[in-house]
């Protein structure tokens, strides 16, 4: 087998496990979170919206109802128990639909979204570039991508992070900002800005955009 089957069977696996519990009250604070993510971006109905790493679908039907359910909203995760919790969950809500899949092999159109969100899931993927490059192919001109994730922007979690790496199979990397600024370039992207999502240390939200090309 080679590295990258190992590494998504790994975090299918966890996840997977983890998709049971996923929805229980514990998990208020990275509700809350989403929400600060979500409000950031700024969406408007109607809208086309992805959630990569969407666990049990909370913000896939969030937006969907914020947004009076005007427009599409899919989610995609890698683990079948966090696909299969969200279609369970989301029966009845108009226009959202869950796909299990790789962030670097996304089973979806071009130029298809208005806006994705990755909350707390880049630093699993194995293939970080290639994932934005998917990114960037499914985003609609204009379109823009916003992650979560905590930033590596100083010494003590850059240590966290060698850390997490020893002892986390399913851990790639936590990153900092110069790093997802040239991420985003690598994959074609503009990086638009990275900021603090208000007090929430070490949390950033990084945010590209896929630039409209012109033709004579």
């Known amino acids: 087998m080679n590295n990258t089957y190992d590494h998504n069977a790994a975090n299918e696996k966890k ?10 009250k514990r998990q208020d604070y990275f509700r809350f979170m989403q929400r600060q993510l979500i409000v950031s971006a700024e969406i408007k109905p109607p809208a086309t919206f992805l959630d990569l790493g969407c666990g049990t679908g909370w913000a896939v ?13 899919v989610g995609i995760d890698i683990s079948k128990g966090m696909i299969e919790k969200a279609r369970s969950n989301s029966t009845g809500v108009p226009n959202v639909e869950f796909y299990e899949a790789s962030a670097d092999k996304l089973p979806l159109d071009n130029d298809l979204f208005d806006a994705v969100i990755c909350s707390n899931s880049f630093h699993h993927y194995l293939q970080p570039v290639e994932a934005l490059k998917e990114v960037k192919r499914v985003l609609k001109p204009n379109g823009r991508v916003h992650i979560l994730d905590i930033t ?18 399913e851990h790639v990397s936590f990153y900092g900002t110069p790093e997802y600024a040239r991420m985003f370039s690598k994959a074609g992207l503009k990086h638009v800005q990275s900021r603090r999502l208000k007090s929430l240390y070490p949390l950033k939200v990084h945010v590209a955009k896929k630039e409209q090309e012109y033709t004579d």
Not at 15 to 24: C, E, F, G, N, P
């Open 15 to 24: 996840w997977s496990q983890r998709a049971i519990t996923y929805d229980d």
């Open 61 to 73: 039907r969030h937006v969907a109802t914020l947004l009076g359910e005007q427009g599409r909203f």
């Open 152 to 169: 590596a922007d100083d010494f003590f979690i850059r240590q966290i992070n060698q850390i997490i790496k020893g002892q986390e199979r």
